[in-house]
Nanobody, 114 residues
Framework: QVQLVESGGGLVQPGGSLRLSCTAS????????MAWYRQAPGKERELVAV????????NYRDSVKGRFTISRDNAKRTVYLQMNSLKPEDTAVYYC???????WGQGTQVTVSS
């Protein structure tokens, strides 16, 4: 059974930083790409960043390029999202996901506000 547990969210001022973590279990982590999504109030869930399984190739949505960095530690079965220069429009619940599976974690709330 795929389980994903996100953590690291919180309230931060514009321009600040947060690092999200997602610890995975129930599958062979090293074999799968991992992704971060987010969902703002009243909006659809959107893909933020994805990292490949072995090469470490990454892709980002345009609005976060240069500010967010996705990374993974296969030994710890954990994927990270380093978020810098945060903006109010980054406010959302952030979820990690294995693109190959349907399971979602509970998400972690990120609020960017002064």
């Amino acid at each position: 059974q795929v389980q994903l547990v996100e953590s690291g969210g919180g309230l931060v001022q514009p321009g600040g930083s947060l690092r999200l973590s997602c610890t995975a279990s129930g599958f062979t982590f090293i074999n799968y790409a991992m992704a971060w999504y987010r969902q703002a109030p009243g909006k659809e869930r959107e893909l933020v960043a994805v990292i490949s399984s072995t090469s470490g190739n990454t892709n980002y949505r345009d609005s976060v390029k240069g500010r967010f960095t996705i990374s993974r530690d296969n030994a710890k079965r954990t994927v990270y999202l380093q978020m810098n220069s945060l903006k109010p429009e980054d406010t959302a619940v952030y979820y990690c996901k294995v693109p190959s599976f349907d399971s979602w974690g509970q998400g972690t709330q990120v609020t960017v506000s002064s």
